[in-house]
């Protein structure tokens, strides 16, 4: 089993910045990517940001340009820049975590409350 914690969230003015921050942990696993998710109230969930273990990323068209991944292999770190923050950001944001543990899964941590507001 894989357990995956994010931290960093909270609440920001239009125009602000955040940096969330996922660990994983665990016993014997090796981690094939990492990404953040988001939900807002009345949306599905859907792929904010990725990047492999190689170092390959992708985003949402939306927050191109605003929103950086990046992550420390060494201490199965990955972290989510997030600057010039639009109300439309306001979402619970959910670290996952593509492993091999016997088989290939996904973890997801609990998930972190990301609210941008005047």
């Known amino acids: 089993q894989v357990q995956v914690v994010e931290s960093g969230g909270g609440l920001v003015q239009p125009g602000g910045s955040l940096r969330l921050s996922c660990a994983a942990s665990?016993?014997?696993?090796?981690?094939?990517?990492m990404g953040w998710h988001r939900q807002a109230p009345g949306k599905q969930r859907e792929l904010v940001a990725r990047i492999t273990s190689l170092g390959s990323t992708n985003y949402a068209d939306s927050v191109k340009g605003r929103f950086t991944i990046s992550r420390d292999n060494a201490n199965n770190m990955v972290y989510l820049q997030m600057n010039n923050l639009k109300p439309e950001d306001t979402a619970v944001y959910f670290c996952?975590?593509?492993?091999?543990?016997?088989?290939?899964?996904?973890?997801w941590g609990q998930g972190t409350q990301v609210t941008v507001s005047s």
């Open positions: 665990g016993s014997r696993f090796r981690i094939n990517s």
């Open positions: 996952a975590v593509t492993a091999i543990v016997g088989s290939l899964a996904t973890y």
